[in-house]
């Protein structure tokens, strides 16, 4: 397995610039958007309220067939 930053695996230590490990650039602006929606507690709170309605349903449709 490789993993960012690992010497002779292309990652943070083996030189190049720009993009940061894994070909993503810190400062595009979808990152930083998401990046701000992953610190929101509200975002965070609707995710794992809408998780919990999914799996509730599927819960509940297997528990009735």
């Known amino acids: 397995m490789s993993f960012p930053g690992m010497p002779g695996t292309g990652g943070a230590l083996a030189g190049g610039g720009g993009a ?10 979808n990152i930083k958007w998401m990046q701000k929606a992953m610190e929101s507690c509200f975002a965070k709170t609707v995710m794992s309220g809408g998780a919990g309605f999914a799996l509730g349903g599927v819960f509940g449709m297997f528990m009735a067939s």
């Open 20 to 29: 940061a490990p894994g070909g993503f650039d810190p400062n595009d602006p």
